[in-house]
């Protein structure tokens, strides 16, 4: 019998799929097409098992699909641009394109040996001049079109390495690779305007009924719709041209319960007293230097400065309060002012408690009284509450009516108004990097800002730069950064900002519809393609990657580079989970044992000191010591020359070291610690590398694995005897195979029964496969490759059976189908071949099996025809021999049969 060989067998087959072109993407109108797209990568350099998950499951589909008769477009391509490459320049020396290039080199090599269905054809990297050409020239015609601007905003500076900070790089104040302070600085930025679009960005979520729950409820949450009240306090005591403060707020019934009034540091109000008070322009200056998000402000420790303003209250202009400069207020929600109702708002409250300012409270639980809080009183808006002090006097009723009434006693006074308001601000688009999209535009001193001309794109990065000085290489690079101006001739500057790399990311959907195009898009091919019929990536990417995306492609309809189909360009999108592996935690002793000093000048000894390390699986054996698995390090025996299989030697040695000093200063402690179900991580070392699995087992092992363990949608624990138990299955299909193609049994009796068995696993992996439940699907395969082995059926309908069950696992592990394929005689490829259908005649089952069970546990099954009279089920039952040898001689006191479920004996 010959031997299934993964090694020699996938690498022939991929050329195979390769020579016939199987998998190149073709617009045919004849055919409907289905366009699947896994969330594309960044090239780090190496590919990890979350990689091999996330692009399987996209495989699975994909193969589906073409053999049901799709014309699929299944295309990879690279996130390529970032800061990453730009810091291992500055780190390693050379060149962010060679390290980004390279490693897409080295990614590319990783995942082909996987045997994915793509269309390599269509690749492309985000920094390739051809690809941000277009993006390029997309951004012309959307600052045409009004959706680009520019503007002053308040930025995360990093004073170290000169660049703006995401939200993200900043971690405790401070700069993710510099560890600078972080300051608050006010720069001219580039932006898109996507709130112009939160209401339709909001609405259109409820049509995305192919879209995780989680994921709409956590866009709508960014967008952040809100109804308030926007109005105006009279000012007493500010400068000239600051007679009013506006106030937007979604509570506007507890304004009477308001003691201060407080203002963003970037307000202008803030930016008009700086000048003439040092104390509060130093106050203004702290401020600037912490976080510029909402969750880094909540964070952080409440401070205020008073500026000795007034304002007067709307309703009772006889009673001021003071205005304060707050750290805690964002310049770019609502206006950047408030009123505090410290009652009702626990960061009021701390703020009013550590200011002694009063904290009247304007409504309390609906059976209760005044009195005096300990802390804020913040019952749900929905909830009932009774209000002390409101506009309809002090009866019992929701926040939300009680909203609606104080915005209605407004209005009619003619002393504000209500608004709609959403928490989504403008994408703020510039990058004071080198490794990025330049954005397209030039700065003359007769014209001002101007659109490079198309014809000029795509404006390249030089290549010859330098990363030894802190900052942006392109604004000290003259010959790049000075030309001429493309509207008037004359010299000019070109903008040195690149564009966020959540741009590039946010369209390339669409450019793989025509990736070598001269134009952004295609008309005839995204007509074709667009939209993605299932696109899959990770929850990390929920709000901003899919937003924007979800933006762009509004923009690029505007812009006339999308059909109008196309302005939600995910139909179904899929969130798989994490592969987890065990993480390994030792120990390094850094200190030897020795005398000590305590705080009082006593001595003591010490019993040394250690460092955490961490190790990857290989270093790693898993053995029994004394009854108990433990984690020790396979470099620990191998020093002893100690064979894990030999547990006396073990035993031994762990009964003369385990329990012995600390050892000298550089040791590893043998014992490791175990983390369980932990996400891959590099610095953890908990990764498993998928060369060394395919190099092992094959990389159909790889890819069953992930498909089999868990719904696609959780996390699956990578494990050693995992792999090894899915290697060895696989091997038992091939050997069932093997023998089918040598059989020559007759038909006879037990053909109809494998019949039946091959329709049921077609209409049931074919549902798994469509249904996102991949687990179930191969749980399919499983139960029908014993129901293979068992068969008794002729070599006929065995053949049949096995050529459907090499379809059937094509999408999950087509290597080993293909080889089946060919050993049974199977016409051309089975990447090629139709998907099998079942006949629904098959699936009607004339019997049924029953599971017996004797005082409520099961002990027995019995099958019976469907049609059986519960009587004659019954005196089956009692004949059974394994109901016989468990009732031993008791009596039956009660036996029911629940018709085509269960029966249940009670004795």
């Known amino acids: 019998m010959s031997r299934y060989e993964p090694a020699v067998t996938e690498a022939k087959w991929q050329a195979a799929w390769e020579a016939a072109g199987v998998f190149t993407a073709r617009r045919d109108p004849a055919k409907p097409k289905y366009y699947v797209l896994e969330m594309f990568p960044y090239p780090s350099g190496r590919i990890h098992m979350g990689h091999v998950r996330n692009y399987t499951m996209g495989d699975v589909v994909a193969r589906q699909k073409a053999a049901a008769g799709y014309s699929v477009l299944h295309p990879m391509g690279w996130d390529a641009f970032g800061m990453p490459a730009e810091n291992a320049a500055m780190e390693r020396g050379g060149h962010p394109k060679t390290w980004t290039y390279g490693n897409i080199a080295d990614m590319r090599a990783q995942m082909k040996p996987l045997g994915l269905s793509i269309d390599w054809s269509r690749e492309f990297a985000t920094c390739d001049p051809e690809y941000y050409g277009q993006q390029q020239a997309m951004f012309i015609d959307m600052m045409a079109a009004g959706l680009v601007y520019r503007k002053a905003a308040v930025v995360n500076w990093d004073p170290v390495d000169h660049t703006v900070l995401a939200n993200e790089q900043v971690i405790d104040g401070r700069g993710w690779r510099s560890n600078a302070l972080v300051e608050r600085r006010e720069l001219t930025q580039w932006f898109f305007r996507i709130s112009d679009y939160s209401g339709e960005l909001l609405a259109a979520l409820d049509g995305l009924t192919h879209w995780p729950e989680k994921v709409r409820l956590m866009q709508a949450n960014w967008i952040g719709k809100s109804r308030g009240l926007q109005f105006a306090f009279e000012t007493v005591g500010a400068p000239a041209g600051f007679a009013a403060l506006e106030v937007y707020t979604t509570r506007p019934d507890t304004l009477l319960g308001a003691s201060f009034a407080a203002i963003s540091p970037d307000h202008p109000l803030a930016k008009a007293l700086e000048a003439g008070n040092p104390g509060l322009a130093a106050f203004v200056a702290e401020c600037r230097r912490g976080g510029t998000t909402e969750a880094a402000l909540e964070t952080a420790e409440k401070m205020g400065f008073d500026t000795g303003i007034r ?16 750290n805690f207020i964002l310049m770019d929600y609502g206006t950047g002012a408030i009123f505090g109702c410290p009652a009702h708002d626990q960061r009021d409250f701390d703020f009013a408690t550590k200011y002694a300012l009063p904290i009247p409270p304007v409504f309390c639980a609906e059976g209760g009284d005044e009195a005096a809080l300990t802390e804020a009183y913040t019952p749900l808006k929905s909830e009932r509450v009774r209000y002390l002090r409101g506009f309809a006097g002090a009866e019992v009723q929701t926040g ?36 990025g999209c330049p954005i397209p535009v030039v700065h003359c001193a007769t014209c001002g800002v101007v659109p490079e001309a198309k014809t000029n794109l795509p404006v390249k990065l030089p290549d010859d730069v330098t990363f030894d000085v802190p900052g942006n290489p392109l604004d000290r690079h003259p010959t790049w950064r000075n030309c001429a101006c493309p509207k008037c001739g004359a010299p000019a500057r070109r903008e040195t900002d690149t564009m966020d790399t959540f741009v590039d990311s946010s369209w390339y959907y669409a450019r793989f519809t025509a990736p070598h195009a001269t134009t952004p898009t295609v008309t005839e091919d995204a007509d074709y393609w667009m939209n993605v019929d299932q696109y899959i990536g990770g929850i990390e990417h929920a709000i901003l990657h899919l937003l924007y995306s979800r933006f762009f492609a509004r923009a690029m309809h505007a812009t006339g ?5 196309a302005i939600e360009p995910f139909n179904a999108l899929f969130t798989q989970g994490m592969v987890t592996h065990e993480i390994y935690m030792g120990s390094v002793v850094t200190e030897g044992p020795s005398l000590k000093v305590d705080a009082d000048g006593n001595q003591f000894q010490s019993i040394g000191v250690t460092r955490v390390k961490f190790y990857l699986p290989e270093e790693v054996v898993r053995i029994d010591i004394s009854g108990k698995p433990e984690a020790v390090l396979l470099s620990a025996l191998t020093d002893k020359n100690i064979d894990p299989a030999n547990r006396q030697a073990v035993e031994d040695f762990w009964a003369t070291e385990r329990y012995a000093p600390l050892p000298t200063v550089g040791r590893e402690l043998p014992i490791l610690t175990v983390i369980p179900s932990a996400k891959m991580s590099k610095s953890k070392k908990n990764v498993v590398d998928p060369m060394n699995i395919i190099q092992a087992f094959g990389a159909d092992t790889a890819r069953w694995f992930v498909m089999s363990d868990s719904p696609p949608e959780r996390d699956v624990e990578w494990t050693s005897s995992g792999a090894e138990a899915t290697s060895k299955h696989l091997a038992r299909v091939w050997r069932i195979a093997d023998e089918i193609s040598r059989a020559d049994a007759p038909a006879n009796a037990e053909d109809a029964a494998l019949d039946r068995a091959t329709a049921r696993t077609i209409a049931d992996v074919t549902q798994g496969i469509e249904g996102f439940a991949f687990n179930k699907a191969v749980a399919a395969l499983y139960a029908f490759t014993n129901t293979m082995s068992k068969s008794t059926a002729g070599a006929g309908a065995k053949r049949a059976a096995m050529l459907a069950m090499a379809q059937l696992m094509s999408p999950m592990v087509p290597h080993l189908a293909e080889e089946i394929w060919a050993m049974l005689g199977g016409a051309g490829l089975v990447a090629q071949a139709a998907w099998p259908k079942a006949d629904p005649a098959l699936l009607v089952e004339d019997s049924v099996t029953l599971p017996i069970q004797i005082n409520g546990k099961r002990r027995a099954e019995i099958t019976v025809p ?5 009587s004659e089920v019954e005196k089956l039952v009692l004949a059974d021999e394994d109901v016989i040898r468990f009732l031993a001689g008791q009596p039956v006191k009660k036996l029911i049969v629940v018709p085509g479920r269960i029966v249940n004996v009670v004795v």
Do not use: C
Not at 866 to 870: D, P
């Open 311 to 326: 304002v007067k209250h709307p309703l009772d202009p006889a009673r001021e309060l003071p205005v304060y400069i707050a």
């Open 400 to 435: 939300e009516e009680a909203v609606a009434a104080a915005i209605a006693h407004f209005e009619t006074r003619g002393i504000g108004k209500g608004v709609t308001n959403y928490r989504l601000r403008d994408w703020g688009i510039s990058r004071q990097r080198y490794w």
């Open 561 to 565: 580079h999308l059909p109008a189909k």
């Open 866 to 870: 469907k049609t059986m009279a519960a």
